[in-house]
């Protein structure tokens, strides 16, 4: 027996049955023949780490855009704190940590330079609009590995499609169809949010837009003083809810669900949309724009047309694959007058 069979056994008689299992993948766009150390999960997930999308991560903003300070989350500390949160409840849970890991890592590789400023501003230039979770599994499809993807197993691909909430969208899907075709893929999708509501809160107070005193009193009752107790609450509810409901779905109490909700509604009124976070987040669709606009009317200094997409699409493949500060040095050289050398 080889070590990928070995592993897949493993799995067998140390999950539960509601588990993923790995020898039990849907597959692939394109068949490919089995590794003999790593089962397909693992394979996904190893193939995610090593690709240049989730390199630039690490100079793509989470909140505070283009951060000089050390200690700001980038979107590469937030898939890395979801990815630990999402492993603690699937290990707890005995569902597939290898799975649940993969989507993690993979769920944010299509969002843009300047994070949800940058996708908003996207979503009004291409026909059929800009959503990053789109745009990650268009990445791992088609536009990474010199676009012939990662070719990945569908249960990453639909976790990493089915992970986001929107602004306003329910934070644990109710309808049996909307949900991921996995646990773990649910999962992944309640860790996003549990590690962006305190990891940001965290980033509000040591920018001094917000303080933890701040956050209404019956929020802080029912979750706790610090991110830390949040946290915990939370991936400790997620999981006694989950087993008291027989793996029925992944969920919350209602309690800590409504709480949850209620803080995520204080962040969005009290931090996302307040005027400093605003007034750069209006800088940033201005430099995306006019990004967009040049590339559209000069498209031979930047794409290369090999297939059937409008040069509209291509443009915003290459917007929403820069970093931060790639945007601004390009958006600069382009428009701002450079001193004259004799």
């Not at 008689?13 to 590794?35: F, I, W």
């Not at 958006?331 to 004259?340: G, K, L, T, V």
Request: net charge negative.
């Amino acid at each position: 027996m080889d070590i990928r069979h070995l592993l897949e056994t493993i799995e067998y008689e140390t999950l539960v049955p509601q588990a993923a299992k790995s020898a039990e993948t849907r597959g692939r766009d394109r068949a490919e023949p089995e590794d003999d150390l790593r089962p397909a999960y693992q394979r996904d997930r190893d193939r995610i780490i090593h690709c240049k999308a989730f390199r630039r991560l690490k100079h793509k903003t989470q909140v505070f855009l283009a951060p000089e300070g050390d200690h700001y989350r980038t979107r590469l500390t937030h898939v890395l704190e979801v990815m630990q949160i999402a492993r603690t409840i699937a290990k707890s849970l005995r569902l597939n940590e290898i799975l649940t890991e993969a989507v993690a890592l993979g769920h944010d590789l299509g969002h843009s330079a300047f994070g949800h400023a940058g996708e908003a501003a996207l979503n009004k230039l291409v026909r059929g609009g800009f959503d990053h979770y789109r745009q990650s599994v268009r990445v791992v499809e088609k536009l990474e590995n010199e676009g012939r993807g990662l070719n990945l197993t569908v249960e990453v691909r639909d976790g990493i499609l089915k992970h986001s909430k929107g602004e306003k969208g329910e934070l644990l899907r109710t309808r049996p169809k909307s949900r991921a075709l996995t646990l773990e893929g649910d999962i992944v999708r309640i860790s996003d949010i549990i590690a962006y509501v305190n990891h940001d809160i965290d980033d509000g107070v040591r920018a001094g837009i917000i303080s933890n005193g701040d956050i209404p009193q019956p929020i802080r009752d029912v979750l706790g003083e610090t991110g830390t107790n949040r946290i915990d609450r939370m991936v400790r509810d997620v999981i006694t809810s989950t087993l008291a409901n027989d793996y029925e779905a992944i969920t919350m109490s209602a309690e800590v669900l409504e709480a949850l909700e209620e803080l995520r509604r204080y962040m969005f009124e009290s931090m996302y949309f307040s005027e400093p976070v605003r007034r750069e987040t209006t800088k940033a669709q201005q430099v995306l724009t006019a990004l967009f606009e040049y590339v559209v009317a000069h498209p031979g200094e930047f794409l290369t047309r090999d297939g059937d997409d409008p040069v509209e699409r291509l443009a915003v493949d290459f917007i929403a694959g820069m970093t931060d500060r790639y945007a601004m040095k390009l958006y600069s050289e382009i428009f701002m007058p450079r001193p004259w050398v004799a």
